[in-house]
Structure formats: C-alpha cells, structure tokens
C-alpha cells in the first residue's frame, strides 16, 4: 500500500471518528432524545466511517482521497470551534 494512502486513511478516520462523537453529543442535545437515538446516530456514524475509510485505503483516487481528508478537517474545525 503507498504511503499517502496510509496518511490518507489514518487522518479521515480520526477525523471521522470525532465527527462521529459531535453527531452523538447534537443528538443528544436535542430534546426529547432518548439513549436509543444517540445509540444508532453512533452506530451509522461508525458504519459510514469505516466503509469511506475502507474506500479510502483500497480504491479512491489520490485526489477523492485527500478531498474527503480535507472537507472532513474543515467540518472537524467548524463544528468543533463553533459554540
């Protein structure tokens, strides 16, 4: 496997996982929300991470790849700095 895609893989799945976590914690922000919701918000979440990041190490062109890495830092930034 080359190395960017390495690089590539191991930043938007980090980045993935932390929106993942800010899609978690606005469900359950919201009212009315019960457990059962922040649970499968999680869990599709998690699904859609691993199948980009899955695309990512083994057939996106380089250029795919590192736009998603890049509009995955710049959601990561937005939603995290935003209050």
Known sequence: METWRIIATALFAAGGLVMVLVAMAQVRDRKHSQRVAVVQAGLIGLVVVVVITASIALWLP???????????????????MVD
């Open 62 to 80: 380089s250029v795919v790849a590192w736009a998603l890495v890049a509009a995955t830092a710049m959601a990561v930034l937005f939603l995290t």
